[in-house]
């Protein structure tokens, strides 16, 4: 049974930081590449990041030099470090094991004064 396990979300003010964390669990983790989405009320899921299995990285452009995505295999966790935070980074976040189609049951950020 696969099994994705977001947390470290929360309320944050503008420019703050946070880290979320994804344990995953039932696969070979190694192997994968992963990947964070988020969802804003109202608007359509959108890729926010990615890692492959080798631990190359790729951003969209409005994170860009504010996230960071890692990876640890021992730990099998995938981490998203965001800082400078945007009102507009608002959304469920979700971890995704890319081309095997597990998600992870999303985790709110809320960036707001």
């Known amino acids: 049974q696969v099994q994705l396990v977001e947390s470290g979300g929360g309320l944050v003010q503008p420019g703050g930081s946070l880290r979320l964390s994804c344990k995953i669990s039932?696969?070979?983790?190694?192997?994968?590449?992963m990947g964070w989405f988020r969802q804003a009320p109202g608007k359509q899921r959108e890729l926010v990041t990615t890692?492959?299995?080798?631990?190359?990285?790729n951003y969209t452009d409005s994170v860009k030099g504010r996230f960071t995505i890692s990876r640890d295999n021992a730990k099998t966790t995938v981490y998203l470090q965001m800082n400078t935070l945007k009102p507009e980074d608002t959304a469920v976040y979700y971890c995704?094991?890319?081309?095997?189609?597990?998600w992870g049951q999303g985790i709110q950020v809320t960036v707001s004064s």
């Open positions: 995704n094991v890319l081309q095997a189609g597990y």
């Open positions: 039932g696969i070979m983790f190694r192997i994968y590449a």
């Open positions: 890692i492959a299995s080798g631990g190359s990285t």
